[in-house]
């Protein structure tokens, strides 16, 4: 049995790494007594595979995990026994099966919800940023993986910014932005660009609100 499940990744543990998300997730599910699947070898693993990382400091809506079983159980079950043993801040939001479904390395895309504060800029300079940003063919990062870094042009990568709501001098914004495995960009990255032309600009929530696959436009959902 291959199960898809999406998580929630939640503020308690929003500074958590991926594998710590993992291991957290791993030791749920052994408490939970699920008769997981393991690899074969000298050091065996359960078998999961996950969407790909996100930064630290950022909470999810919408972490994808598949999991195989050795044996069937019913769904409800799964959802009930494993929601008593995930600790505070990770949550199990819906399972399904996963055969039949695209792989999750397939993933392209991920909206966000991203709180910022103006300071002393005006709503104008902030929507004015935006355009330039989203007319921009070439807006260049650099990125850091794995130790090394590498300039980018995370331009094409950037679907869409809206401003969502307002209150005072702190805004809402959505957006959506390329994810998965070949590449990726990160809200951060977004605000980095935003900086450029707003540099009272202050970050005070991320949320990844939904991963999904753009394909001929089409968006398909993981589960």
């Known amino acids: 049995m291959k199960l898809r499940m999406r998580i ?3 503020r308690e543990v929003k500074f958590i790494s991926q594998l710590d998300m993992m291991r957290a997730l ?4 052994r408490r939970a007594r699920l008769p997981l699947k393991f690899t074969e070898g000298f050091n065996p693993r359960p078998k999961m595979s996950f969407t790909p990382a996100i930064p ?3 909470t999810s809506d919408a972490e994808y995990v598949d999991v195989e079983l050795t044996k069937e159980l ?3 079950e799964i959802y009930d026994s494993l929601n008593s043993t995930l600790p505070p801040g990770i949550a199990l939001l819906k399972v399904g099966d996963a055969e039949g479904k695209l792989p999750l390395s397939s993933v392209n895309r991920a909206l966000y919800t991203v709180v910022v504060d103006l300071g002393c800029a005006s709503r104008e300079a902030l929507e004015e940023a935006i355009g330039k940003i989203l007319s921009s063919s070439e807006i260049k990062m650099v990125k850091k993986s794995k130790g090394k870094e590498k300039e ?3 331009a094409s990568g950037i679907y869409g910014i809206k401003i969502n709501t ?5 805004f809402t914004l959505k957006m959506e932005l390329a994810a998965g495995q070949d590449a990726s960009v990160t809200p951060f990255m977004v605000i980095d660009a935003l900086r450029e032309y707003v540099p009272s600009l202050n970050v005070r929530g991320v949320n990844k609100d939904e991963l ?3 394909d ?3 968006k398909i959902l993981p589960l």
Not at 166 to 170: G, L, Q, S
């Open 166 to 170: 307002a209150e005072n001098d702190r």
């Open 152 to 154: 980018v042009n995370i």
């Open 212 to 214: 999904f696959v753009f």
């Open 56 to 58: 630290v400091g950022i």
């Open 74 to 76: 019913a769904l409800e």
């Open 26 to 29: 791993e030791r749920a599910m």
């Open 216 to 218: 001929k436009g089409r």
């Open 8 to 10: 929630r990744k939640g």
